[in-house]
Nanobody
Framework: QVQLVESGGGLVQAGGSLRLSCAAS????????MGWFRQAPGKEREFVAA????????YYADSVKGRFTISKENAKITVYLQMNSLKPEDTAVYYC????????????????WGQGTQVTVSS
């Protein structure tokens, strides 16, 4: 199993920025991809961004493209999500997850999840 710990959430005004971190430990050798998902109250969990551990290919949801950047630091087995130009509709609990493969935007292809970190954007 892989253990994931997210950090960096908080309250920010619209137009502001936050950087989320996700540190992985445990059986990380089988990780093909790491991703960020989010879930707002009353809504389903949705894909935000993902990155391949080898090669660093990145994927983004259309709603965050150009505003969010996913990156990784191999030595620390950590993934980051830099969020700029935040909007009130970005308010959600953000989850980090690892995947051994499969379609990058399907949450069911991710098998380890963090506890989530709250991001609140005020208007």
């Amino acid at each position: 199993q892989v253990q994931l710990v997210e950090s960096g959430g908080g309250l920010v005004q619209a137009g502001g920025s936050l950087r989320l971190s996700c540190a992985a430990s445990g059986r990380t050798f089988s990780t093909y991809r790491m991703g960020w998902f989010r879930q707002a109250p009353g809504k389903e969990r949705e894909f935000v961004a993902a990155i391949r551990w080898s090669g660093g290919v990145t994927y983004y949801a259309d709603s965050v493209k150009g505003r969010f950047t996913i990156s990784k630091e191999n030595a620390k087995i950590t993934v980051y999500l830099q969020m700029n130009s935040l909007k009130p509709e970005d308010t959600a609990v953000y989850y980090c997850a690892t995947s051994p493969g499969g379609t990058y935007y399907y949450s069911r292809t991710y098998d380890s999840w963090g506890q989530g970190t709250q991001v609140t954007v005020s208007s």
